[in-house]
Nanobody, 116 residues
Framework: VQLQASGGGLVRPGGSLTLSCAAS????????MGWYRQAPGKQRELVAT???????NYADSVKGRFTLSRDNAKMTVYLQMNSLKPEDTAVYSC???????????WGQGTLVTVSS
């Protein structure tokens, strides 16, 4: 399984950005997918996860601002980020959990910088 993340960049406070993460390879047993982030000097933290059925879970810090969606036909998840704040600046990484292998795959990170 390979995960290809895209969509990071520089955005002003209050702006919006959409990240995408596409899974490819042997993906029939992929269930949960999600995004995590790591800011400089901080530990990696959960941003949001989504099940194959579309149930979502968000970190309190992003609730009401970020929306995670999923296209199972494309095995791609989309993280719509609105009302971005400087504290959202981090490297965002996506992952996917393979229920058959009981293994979590990680994609490469994409940098999101929120700055004026």
């Amino acid at each position: 399984v390979q995960l290809q993340a895209s969509g990071g960049g520089l955005v002003r406070p209050g702006g919006s950005l959409t990240l995408s993460c596409a899974a490819s390879g042997v993906i029939f047993s992929i269930n949960n997918m999600g995004w995590y982030r790591q800011a400089p000097g901080k530990q990696r933290e959960l941003v949001a996860t989504i099940t194959r059925g579309g149930d979502t879970n968000y970190a309190d810090s992003v609730k009401g601002r970020f929306t995670l969606s999923r296209d199972n036909a494309k095995m791609t998840v989309y993280l719509q980020m609105n009302s971005l704040k400087p504290e959202d600046t981090a490297v965002y990484s996506c992952n996917a959990f393979d229920v058959r292998r009981q293994y979590t795959y990680w994609g490469q990170g994409t940098l999101v910088t929120v700055s004026s």
